[in-house]
């Protein structure tokens, strides 16, 4: 096994082990510090408070780590298959992390945080990862899939200020809809032919063959699945901000 390869796989370590702690501890803390009506929550939205605290610690660290890589890492931009990966492996490498405990918090608290569709999410991230870190390969791919990740703490945000009684008609709620809208359209589907020309454009070349059937489709199985996932939540989003930017509030009556 190379150095790179081990050295991946101790922070896949190190990264599960930090985001645990984030969870069971530093967030808890924080929140308490903070956030005044944390302490007035019950157990299970406390759970999912601190799940969602973890998330957005992620989303922040990996997304702009990305946007470093996709602006100076010239070895991964001149070629997206078997370019320098080594940037791209840390950073994946702390996403892999990050994706085992989040499976491991569903399965433990499945009946109040348990998604179907984020499990296959995250398994098909975990599948298609596993090559990057243990072979190098795609390190472009990896990193463009990875800046999804600037949507999340929008995400979370409207759900944080769900939590606390901020009413949806509120400014904030209205600004971090269309924020989030936005932001996750970007980053999730704007992108969508972008990703797919830089496919179409490595496709029979000598360096897509060099990587072997199982990593091909390692590679374009799960991108697939995550197009329909992701086109399912931006649904979900646009429906939910239709329905409280545009739809007309009903008018009490005196």
Same mark, same amino acid.
């Given at each position: 096994?190379?150095?790179?390869?081990?050295?991946?796989?101790?922070?896949?370590?190190?990264?599960?082990? !930090?985001?645990?702690?984030?969870?069971? !501890?530093?967030?808890?803390?924080?929140?308490?510090?903070?956030?005044?009506?944390?302490?007035?929550?019950?157990?299970?939205?406390?759970?999912?408070?601190?799940?969602?605290?973890?998330?957005?610690?992620?989303?922040?660290?990996?997304?702009?780590?990305?946007?470093? #890589?996709?602006?100076?890492?010239?070895?991964?931009?001149?070629?997206?298959?078997?370019?320098?990966?080594?940037?791209?492996?840390?950073?994946?490498? #702390?996403?892999?992390?990050?994706?085992?405990?989040?499976?491991?918090?569903?399965?433990?608290?499945?009946?109040?945080?348990?998604?179907?569709?984020?499990?296959?999410?995250?398994?098909?991230?975990?599948?298609?990862?596993?090559?990057?870190?243990?072979?190098?390969?795609?390190?472009?791919?990896?990193?463009?899939?990875?800046?999804?990740?600037?949507?999340?703490?929008?995400?979370?945000?409207?759900?944080?200020?769900?939590?606390?009684?901020?009413?949806?008609?509120?400014?904030?709620?209205?600004?971090?809809?269309?924020?989030?809208?936005?932001?996750?359209?970007?980053?999730?589907?704007?992108?969508?032919?972008?990703?797919?020309?830089?496919?179409?454009?490595?496709?029979?070349?000598?360096?897509?063959?060099?990587?072997?059937?199982?990593?091909?489709? !390692?590679?374009?199985?799960?991108?697939?699945?995550?197009?329909?996932?992701?086109?399912?939540?931006?649904?979900?989003?646009?429906?939910?901000?239709?329905?409280?930017?545009?739809?007309?509030?009903?008018?009490?009556?005196?």
């Amino acid at each position: 096994m190379e150095d790179s390869t081990r050295l991946g796989y101790c922070v896949v370590a190190a990264s599960f082990v !930090a985001f645990q702690f984030c969870f069971s !501890a530093a967030s808890p803390q924080l929140s308490l510090s903070l956030c005044p009506g944390y302490s007035a929550l019950p157990p299970v939205k406390r759970s999912e408070w601190n799940s969602r605290c973890v998330s957005t610690v992620h989303a922040m660290v990996v997304g702009l780590f990305c946007l470093y #890589i996709l602006w100076y890492d010239d070895a991964v931009n001149a070629n997206p298959i078997w370019g320098e990966p080594r940037l791209v492996k840390l950073n994946v490498a #702390i996403t892999c992390g990050y994706l085992l405990y989040d499976l491991l918090l569903l399965i433990r608290y499945w009946r109040t945080l348990g998604d179907s569709l984020f499990v296959c999410h995250h398994l098909a991230a975990l599948y298609a990862y596993g090559y990057v870190l243990s072979r190098g390969v795609l390190p472009y791919f990896a990193n463009f899939r990875l800046l999804s990740e600037l949507s999340t703490p929008f995400v979370n945000l409207r759900w944080f200020l769900d939590t606390v009684g901020w009413p949806r008609s509120s400014w904030l709620a209205l600004a971090n809809g269309l924020a989030m809208t936005m932001v996750f359209f970007v980053v999730r589907i704007a992108v969508i032919p972008s990703y797919y020309a830089q496919v179409f454009a490595w496709y029979g070349t000598p360096e897509y063959g060099r990587l072997g059937l199982s990593v091909q489709l !390692a590679w374009i199985g799960p991108s697939l699945a995550l197009e329909v996932l992701n086109v399912v939540w931006m649904y979900r989003i646009t429906r939910g901000f239709y329905r409280a930017f545009c739809q007309p509030k009903p008018h009490k009556t005196a």
